[in-house]
């Protein structure tokens, strides 16, 4: 590929399932996305590092995994020296530009309380070139909304930014994070992440090619749509998770002594009535459907410049939700399907397209596949692996195993999960207890095969295995230049 040409486009959602996607699941409308999937590849089975926000993103930002880059858990900030996909690419005469949520830096003060850091210094350059982790130009809205968004909002519909700040236009019969918002859609930070990448896209100088990350901040709860999308969903039949209480004896102890302990958020299985389950999915639905009408305007943009068949697109999400999975809600520290598994679609010059992949694919994969696209040889300490061989046709798959990590050693929890083919096996540190989930035979997870002796030799193989990808885990940094 000709790298003068090749412009890439990152696009992320927060919390956002795979197979929340039309492609996939036909209760949710998503006709842009879909367009792109078969323009491209889907890779069935990919994986985030981590199942909470700060670290996933930073590992699709560096390649790099949670314990090696810094940033383990939310609260805690990307490495400042950590070489990022912007550094990278700068170094081939990348213009780079990320909108959105970006969340490499914690958004709370280091108070003990909620109490919202300042975004000038959350949203601080770094001291060694003044950039924020390698940005020419950022536009940053996190999930409190607080900073360039509301700035916007408050010049833009001073009474909307007074109740965004408030209440985040709560409706009157709001039910916990549900509810259908009344702010136009044109004043919602999803509208606001869209019209910030348009403009960089318009004002663009086409000598350079431009990297640009999109990085909307929904479907992540409270699930609050605006309205007329709400509606798009009020004769939906949804289909709710299957009751949850046969599986709880099998569980892991933590998830029955969790009470807030090991997430902020919590952690107990939810209490909700059916109706509420449908009205919150259908919310959930609701944010996907006007990302996904988001994501086109922006596509537009590239049309109009003239420069969309010359962009490599990556669509991806920095972890799912559990949207009642298991009896349980949003994310946290737990290691099923619908947190791990992420949407991923890739889309452009040389990418076959219609095709979906069952290759295993990790989210650290997307810097050195992204480079070697380009032509670049992976860079020295980048720990992820070029998916570029199954993207062009060129192999079925590269890994064969995918790992995620949920680390709060902190509040006493250090969970390690791999999935394999067949099988998936969780590890928690300290713990007699863990989970395998037999997923050829039981892909809702339904059955924990952990103690069961039948699956003896298949855990004792698996925990090899683990072995085996922790000691690659290690940091290559810094590389060796020296015989003694």
């Given amino acids: 590929m000709n790298r003068r040409k090749t412009h890439i486009w990152l696009i992320t959602t927060d919390q956002m399932r795979a197979d929340a996607i039309g492609m996939e699941n036909r209760d949710v409308i998503t006709?842009?996305?879909?367009?792109?999937?078969?323009e491209g590849t889907v890779f069935e089975r990919s994986y985030c590092a981590s199942p909470v926000c700060t670290p996933s993103r930073a590992s699709i930002f560096t390649g790099r995994y949670p314990h090696i880059h810094g940033a383990w858990n939310i609260?805690?900030?990307?490495?400042?020296?950590?070489?990022?996909?912007c550094d990278h690419l700068k170094k081939l005469d990348y213009a780079t530009v990320g909108v959105g949520k970006m969340h490499f830096r914690p958004q709370c003060k280091p108070n003990g309380t909620y109490e919202a850091e300042e975004p000038a210094y959350r949203d601080r350059g770094r001291?060694?070139?003044?950039?924020?982790?390698?940005?020419?130009?950022?536009?940053?809205?996190?999930?409190?909304?607080?900073?360039?968004?509301t700035d916007w909002l408050s010049e833009q519909n001073p009474e909307w930014a007074e109740r965004f700040m408030r209440d985040r236009g709560r409706s009157d019969d709001a039910a916990g994070d549900v509810w259908e918002s009344d702010m136009p859609s044109e004043l919602t930070q999803t509208y606001w992440t869209a019209d910030r990448?348009?403009?960089?896209?318009?004002?663009?100088?086409?000598?350079?090619?431009?990297?640009?990350?999109?990085?909307?901040?929904?479907?992540h709860h409270p699930f609050n749509p605006p309205r007329s999308y709400a509606e798009r969903y009020a004769n939906a039949d949804i289909r709710l998770p299957s009751p949850a209480e046969s599986e709880m004896p099998d569980r892991p102890e933590h998830l029955l002594r969790q009470d807030g302990k090991y997430w902020p958020g919590g952690g107990e299985a939810h209490t909700h009535s059916e109706d509420h389950m449908k009205r919150l999915i259908r919310n959930y639905y609701a944010m996907i459907t006007f990302i996904d009408e988001q994501i086109g305007r922006i596509r537009d943009a590239w049309r109009a410049k003239g420069m969309y068949d010359d962009v490599l697109v990556v669509f991806t999400a920095d972890h799912g939700e559990l949207l009642g999975d298991h009896g349980l809600l949003y994310k946290g520290p737990w290691l099923y399907e619908g947190l791990t598994r992420v949407p991923m679609i890739v889309r452009g010059p040389g990418i076959r397209s219609g095709y979906r992949a069952s290759a295993l694919m990790e989210n650290v994969d997307i810097v050195p596949t992204l480079l070697d696209a380009l032509g670049q040889e992976r860079p020295y300490g980048v720990q992820g692996v070029s998916q570029l061989p199954v993207i062009t046709g060129q192999a079925a798959a590269i890994r064969d195993s995918a790992m995620t990590t949920y680390d709060a050693h902190d509040r006493g929890i250090h969970a390690k999960c791999m999935r394999t083919d067949k099988y998936k096996l969780v590890l928690f540190e300290g713990e007699a207890y863990g989970e395998l989930f037999d997923l050829e035979n039981d892909?809702?997870?339904?059955?924990?095969?952990?103690?069961?002796?039948?699956?003896r030799e298949i855990?004792?193989?698996?925990?090899?295995?683990?072995?085996?990808?922790?000691?690659?885990?290690?940091?290559?940094?810094?590389?060796?230049?020296?015989?003694?």
Avoid at 128 to 133: A, F, G, K, V
Avoid at 197 to 219: C, G, M, Y
Avoid at 443 to 455: G, K, L, S, W
Avoid at 459 to 484: C, H, I, N, T, V
């Fill in 31 to 38: 006709p842009v996305l879909d367009e792109m999937a078969g």
């Fill in 459 to 484: 855990k004792y193989g698996l925990m090899e295995a683990m072995l085996q990808r922790l000691m690659s885990w290690q940091d290559p940094l810094p590389q060796r230049k020296a015989l003694w």
């Fill in 75 to 85: 609260g805690v900030s990307l490495n400042e020296d950590e070489m990022t996909l």
């Fill in 127 to 149: 001291a060694s070139d003044s950039t924020y982790y390698g940005f020419d130009q950022h536009f940053i809205t996190e999930d409190n909304g607080i900073g360039a968004y």
């Fill in 443 to 455: 892909p809702r997870e339904t059955a924990n095969q952990f103690f069961n002796p039948i699956y």
């Fill in 197 to 219: 990448s348009i403009e960089a896209i318009a004002s663009h100088n086409d000598d350079r090619p431009l990297f640009l990350w999109t990085s909307f901040v929904d479907p």
